[in-house]
């Protein structure tokens, strides 16, 4: 795959090694060298944002049949995300590339899947996992394309060699797809003697053992990932592929509102959008570093949904809602989490 050359920074194009850091502000964190493959990032301000919005559909080149469009169509339900979805169509084009290599007599190296997400809750990071794993059983690289998600608990056990024995059950159950573990910073909260680090010791054990045989993507908040990161040295080099999951934007989240409420055949009142928008800056300002994106749209209309099913049954005692008003939620169903 070609470098981007230096005509894409009239577009507010640079391109990054995938091995290193980066974010959807553009600041740009220490490189780590990597043998892996390049990315494409656009910045997301003013006119260079559209300029490489532009550039960016005009390179994809999408084909007209195949699994691709299956996925397409998954990417395109996701709001935002433009960074994260440029790498998923480089991690399919660098598939099929191979394939082609391989039709053609030549060499293809095998590359390393093991990958890094880095962002706050409600990001899309599980939903990208899981198009991920779709991804590579279709193209041939995992042969189930299933997701295991699990946590600390789930791989943590409460004596010496508990720990081993679950995170090796947990690693063959996922073999054929992916190994998604959420919050895989608190495995090192515990210092050396914690059954974390045992954990940590199975896994990446687990990589070189069945290599190629799953990909193991590990998830959290940005600064503690860093951090975890840190305490292992050999960390880093195992994980060549690192995707920065940016909060999402108020009129994203309300984008979002809208399409869940689609989903479940409810509209949303005009008046009720603006309260929406209020409700997020609200909580953005109230819980700044707790903030769980597009999870408080789905809890916030999961109380609408209920807020509205009291509303209708207190004014229709005896008789059916119109369609109409089974579908719309008012601004009077919007109401705040009760923090306990």
């Known amino acids: 795959m070609k470098q981007a050359s230096a005509d894409f920074s009239s577009c507010g194009v640079m391109a990054l ?7 959807d502000s553009g600041n740009r964190a220490q490189s780590r060298p990597s043998r892996q493959i390049n990315v494409v990032l656009r910045s997301n301000d003013g006119v260079g944002a559209s300029a490489a919005a532009s550039s960016d559909a005009m390179a994809r080149s999408i084909p007209a049949s195949g699994p691709w469009l ?21 991690i399919y084009a660098l598939l099929q590339i191979a394939h082609f290599r391989s039709d053609a007599g ?15 809750p409600g990001t899309g990071k599980t939903t990208v996992a899981r198009l991920l794993a779709r991804l590579f059983q279709g193209m041939g690289l995992l042969t189930k394309g299933h997701l295991v998600e699990v ?27 992916v190994l998604f573990v959420d919050e895989a910073y608190s495995l090192a909260r515990g210092g050396e003697k914690d059954f974390g680090k045992e954990a940590i ?13 799953f990909v193991l993507i590990l998830a959290g908040y940005t600064m503690e990932i860093d951090f975890f990161l840190m ?78 099913a009291v509303r209708l049954l207190m ?4 008789a059916s809602p119109g369609r109409q008003e089974l579908m719309t939620l008012k601004p009077e169903d919007l109401t705040e989490e009760k923090r306990v």
């Open 70 to 90: 299956e996925w397409q169509r998954e990417l395109d339900k996701m709001t935002g995300l433009d960074n994260v979805k440029a790498l998923v169509y480089e």
């Open 151 to 177: 946590e600390r608990a789930d791989l943590v056990g409460e004596y010496i060699g508990h720990t081993a024995q679950k995170t090796r059950d947990l690693v063959k159950k996922a073999l054929g797809g």
């Open 231 to 308: 305490t292992n040295p050999g960390l880093p080099s195992r994980f060549p592929i690192q995707m920065e999951f940016p909060d999402y934007t108020p009129d994203q989240l309300i984008q979002i509102a809208e399409g869940m409420a689609k989903d479940r055949e409810y509209i949303w009142l005009p008046q009720s959008l603006q309260r929406i928008r209020q409700l997020i800056l609200q909580e953005r300002e109230d819980s700044p570093f707790h903030f769980s994106n597009a999870r408080f749209v789905r809890n916030m209309l999961e109380r609408a949904i209920r807020n509205q």
């Open 201 to 213: 010791d199975t896994l990446v054990k687990a990589m070189e053992d069945y290599k190629n045989q």
């Open 106 to 120: 030549l060499s293809s190296q095998a590359h390393v899947y093991h990958m890094i997400f880095k962002g706050n």
């Open 315 to 318: 004014q229709y005692p005896e």
């Open 17 to 23: 090694n995938i091995g290193a850091r980066y974010s």
